[in-house]
T-cell receptor, first 114, second 114 residues
Framework: AQSVTQLDSQVPVFEEAPVELRCNYS??????LFWYVQYPNQGLQLLLK????STLVKGINGFEAEFNKSQTSFHLRKPSVHISDTAEYFC????????????WGAGTKLIIKP | DGGITQSPKYLFRKEGQNVTLSCEQN?????MYWYRQDPGQGLRLIYY???????QKGDIAEGYSVSREKKESFPLTVTSAQKNPTAFYLC?????????????FGPGTRLTVL
């Protein structure tokens, strides 16, 4: 992937409301896609990944993402957020012919309002 | 429990000093990585190693050095040649650098230059 774009640097949302974090990538070859979460002052943890098969991927903590090849997107969604979801979320992509090195988006901070 | 440890958690350095950040993993992973994280940016790859006694430069290797003498250890030295070293440094490992490139992250080291 030549680039990964996370369109929103911050997303504020009320507790128990749904949320979508957007991720678009540019690539001319097949890709694999990942979402990671980073809680304050911690390392990153894998939320979910798309390698092949169903384009709707379910991950941990109630998150899911849908791979849309025609729109080169991999948006992350959760139907009802909790205060504990406050974190920064990173989208990452790797191309099949790139020695599998990850290209990272700039991150989206999810801010949960009580 | 298996995982990745980084030490120290916080590190302060005077200008002109070299410092070494520790990264140890007991996951029996072959590949290890060092990333730099700055506010508002994604992760940028400094160095990676796919096997013991071998490593490659990432996107921002200038001013950094690494070694991989043992499978479980991948220390990073930030040299005085690095012009702006203040950042959050993350170490990661993966089973291989191949297709299932799920990277597991350590808790990070925050380096501040005084």
């Amino acid at each position: 992937a030549q680039s990964v774009t996370q369109l929103d640097s911050q997303v504020p949302v009320f507790e128990e409301a749904p949320v979508e974090l957007r991720c678009n990538y540019s690539s001319s070859v097949s890709v694999y896609l990942f979402w990671y979460v980073q809680y304050p002052n911690q390392g990153l943890q894998l939320l979910l990944k798309y390698l092949s098969g169903s384009t709707l991927v379910k991950g941990i903590n109630g998150f899911e993402a849908e791979f849309n090849k025609s729109q080169t997107s991999f948006h992350l969604r959760k139907p009802s957020v909790h205060i504990s979801d406050t974190a920064e979320y990173f989208c990452a992509v790797t191309e099949m012919d790139s020695n599998y090195q990850l290209i990272w988006g700039a991150g989206t901070k999810l801010i949960i309002k009580p | 429990d298996g995982g990745i440890t980084q030490s120290p958690k916080y590190l302060f350095r005077k200008e002109g000093q070299n410092v070494t950040l520790s990264c140890e993993q007991n996951l029996n992973h072959d590949a290890m990585y060092w990333y730099r994280q700055d506010p508002g940016q994604g992760l940028r790859l400094i160095y990676y190693s796919q096997i013991v006694n071998d490593f490659q430069k990432g996107d921002i290797a200038e001013g950094y050095s690494v070694s991989r003498e043992k499978k479980e250890s991948f220390p990073l030295t930030v040299t005085s040649a690095q012009k702006n070293p203040t950042a959050f440094y993350l170490c990661a490992s993966s089973r291989t650098s191949g297709i299932y490139n799920e990277q597991f992250f350590g808790p990070g080291t925050r380096l501040t230059v005084l």
